[in-house]
């Protein structure tokens, strides 16, 4: 799914997309060029949510 990355931080980011409704709590957030990173949902709204990177070093 297409996503608008608006706020971005070492430990998470806003995310802007058509609807929340079909989003796991769970995914991995793919940025072209960049390594997809592990996310988890902490909040969210009708078009908008907040992801928590995971720390990949425990898998």
Do not use: H, Y
Not at 4 to 20: F, Q, T, Y
Not at 29 to 50: H, I, M
């Amino acid at each position: 799914m297409r996503c608008i990355i608006r706020n971005l931080s070492e430990s998470g980011a806003k995310l802007e997309v058509a609807s929340v409704t079909k989003i796991p709590r769970t995914f991995d957030l793919v940025v072209d060029k960049v390594r997809p990173q592990p996310c988890l949902v902490v909040w969210r709204s009708v078009k908008e949510l907040g992801v928590q990177f995971q720390d990949t070093s425990l898998r």
